[in-house]
Each structure stands twice: as structure tokens, then as C-alpha cells.
């Protein structure tokens, strides 16, 4: 009888945050099936009891408002207290702001900016001394198609994104020392809630084309990058569906 393989993740534990639905439930969902435990950060507490419930017991929730930064603070001593140790961090929770500047709502850039740049950082901050004192660590944080590009309908977004793989490159070049690899992963256009804030002529051009992405197929790429030898780091990676054009 041949023995049972071993599960790519297996004895990790895992941390996504936005984990209730779109990228960051599909990244929990491909971590989960590699073997790992994984907590669920999100605030939405019912969609997080769905998502753990249809995941199984090595899903974990955390309700956690990441926008309260005194709930941000406890990040890593609440999931630490769930399942004892933390291997993989997947900063993914992010918010969207569309169209042009000068129709924008000033809270919305606040509370887009906190959440996509704030918030990484100091999730970030607050995973690394475990991960250093462990020597090893994944951290891999959700970017954009738009980092890459001055996407003309998207100036905040693009800007946060564009501040975030900033934020990500440095950071790995401080922290590979320790064992520690970090990156980024930029999809274009992926079929998830952000979405409905598109301007609804890019929308309706890029379904007419078939160029969006499915959540499953960037976890996919999260998979892949969480699974190479740890000599080797994917630093970033930019996913575009083919018939996306910019």
C-alpha cells in the first residue's frame, strides 16, 4: 500500500484577510486544500460563518474590522490564538474607488487609502517579528493590473496599488535575510464585488470580450507562489486575462 502524499501546506498555518468572498475566499480555499489551517479575517461575521462552514474545520474565522485600528493592532495575537503559529500572511482585504477625481467623495479616498495602503502596512508590521523570530514566513499581498498602469479611470485606486507594490518591494529586500519572502500579485480585471464600482462602459466592454479573471484562477498563482522552493522568491506577478488590452 502506498503511503498517503504529503499536502504541499501541510502543518502551515495560513492568514487571509478580505477572506469572506472574492480573491481572498478563493486564496483560503486553495490554501485550505494544500493542507493548511487557515484564519479568515474579515468583518462581514455571517459571510465568514458561510465561507468556514462550506471550508470545513481547517477554516478558522476572525471577525475583525481592519478600518478600527485598535482591532487592526490585534491581528496577529488573535489569529496566533486560533491556531498557535503563522506561516502565510495574504494581505488582501482592499476597497475601490472609480471614475474621475473630481466626482470623488473625500471619505471614500480616506477610507480607500486606509484600507489599501494603511492597513497592509501595518498588518505587515505586525506579522513580521513572529515570522523573524521564526525564521520563515510567506507574505503575499494583493496589488493590481492597475500598479502597473496609469489606468486613466482609476487614478485613486491606481495610486494606492501603485504605493503598495512600492511598499512590497522594499520590504522584501529588508526581510529575506530572515528566511522571510515577500510579493505581490497583480491581476487585471477579476470577477468579484469590487466590480460593481467600474464605470459601467468599462464593465460592459470588458464582459462583452471575455476579459475578467475568476478568484480561482489568482489563487491558483497564490498556490503557485507559496510552493516554490524557499530559495526561490516570485517577487511579482501580473496576471492579465488575454483579451484584456491596455
Known amino acids: 500500500m502506498s ?7 501541510q502543518g502551515q498555518v495560513g492568514a487571509v484577510t478580505g477572506a469572506a468572498s472574492g480573491i481572498g475566499l478563493a486564496s483560503a480555499r486553495a490554501m485550505v486544500e494544500a493542507g493548511a489551517r487557515v484564519v479568515l479575517v ?3 461575521e455571517a459571510a465568514l460563518a458561510k465561507a468556514c462552514a462550506d471550508l470545513g474545520p481547517q477554516a478558522l474565522p476572525l471577525v475583525l474590522d481592519l478600518l478600527d485600528a485598535k482591532q487592526c493592532a490585534t491581528l496577529l495575537q488573535r489569529v496566533l490564538d486560533l491556531a498557535g503559529q503563522l506561516d502565510v500572511f495574504h494581505a488582501n482585504a482592499g476597497l475601490y474607488v472609480g471614475g474621475d477625481l473630481v466626482d470623488a467623495d473625500p471619505d471614500a479616498i480616506d477610507r480607500m487609502l486606509n484600507l489599501n495602503v494603511n492597513v497592509v502596512m501595518k498588518n505587515v508590521h505586525n506579522v513580521l517579528p513572529h515570522m523573524i523570530a521564526r525564521g520563515v ?7 493590481s493590473l492597475a500598479a502597473h498602469f496609469p489606468t486613466p479611470w482609476e487614478p485613486v485606486y491606481a495610486s494606492s ?5 512600492c511598499f512590497v518591494q522594499t520590504v522584501r529586500r529588508q526581510v529575506f535575510k530572515h528566511g522571510i519572502r515577500v510579493g505581490s500579485i497583480s491581476p487585471g480585471p ?10 459601467a ?3 460592459e466592454e470588458a464582459k462583452a470580450k471575455g476579459s475578467l479573471l475568476e478568484a480561482s484562477e489568482v489563487a491558483d498563482v497564490v498556490l503557485f507562489m507559496l510552493t516554490r522552493p524557499r530559495g526561490m522568491t516570485i ?4 496576471m492579465m486575462p488575454t483579451q484584456f488590452d491596455l
Open 235 to 238: 517577487r511579482d506577478v501580473v
Open 190 to 199: 477579476v470577477i468579484t464585488s469590487l466590480l460593481a464600482d467600474w464605470p
Open 42 to 44: 474579515d468583518r462581514d
Open 137 to 143: 514566513g510567506d507574505i503575499i499581498v494583493t496589488s
Open 3 to 9: 503511503p498517503t502524499p504529503t499536502l504541499p501546506l
Open 161 to 165: 496599488k501603485w504605493a503598495i507594490n
Open 201 to 203: 462602459e468599462k464593465l
